[in-house]
């Protein structure tokens, strides 16, 4: 199974931009899995930020994210990552980024993703 390791987290303030990195321990390239990227705040629910589908290989934002988020991979470094933008302090929360069970078709579902990394810890000062 994968090992997924994020990095890029930190201290900004709000309106800043921040650059998260997702490292894969082997090449996912041509492979069937989208990869995703989940965050949590305390007190709620996992939910999606933004992903990628392997099946066209379009990327998907949730709607608090549309306009603020963007994904890229890199295979040669089996790195994901997700470059964020107008950061708001109700953006604080733990990042996480995720790889789907194979041949999952729909990328936003969070129930498809059995494999996740530790979480990279997002702090937005007002």
């Known amino acids: 199974q994968v090992q997924l390791v994020e990095s890029g987290g930190g201290l900004v303030q709000a309106g800043d931009s921040l650059r998260l990195s997702c490292a894969a321990s082997?090449?996912?390239?041509?492979?069937?899995?989208?990869m995703g990227w989940f965050r949590q705040a305390p007190g709620q629910e996992r939910e999606l930020v933004a992903c990628?589908?392997?099946?066209?290989?379009?990327?998907y934002s949730s709607n608090a994210w549309k306009g603020r988020a963007s994904i890229a991979r890199d295979w040669a470094k089996n790195t994901f990552s997700l470059e964020m933008n107008s950061l708001k302090p109700e953006d604080t929360a733990v990042y996480y980024c995720?790889?789907?069970?194979?041949?999952?078709?729909?990328?936003?579902?969070?129930?498809?993703?059995?494999?996740w990394g530790p979480g990279t810890q997002v702090t937005v000062s007002s």
């Open positions: 995720a790889q789907s069970r194979e041949y999952a078709e729909d990328c936003t579902k969070r129930q498809d993703y059995p494999t």
């Open positions: 082997r090449r996912t390239d041509g492979s069937a899995y989208n």
């Open positions: 990628w589908r392997w099946r066209n290989q379009l990327t």
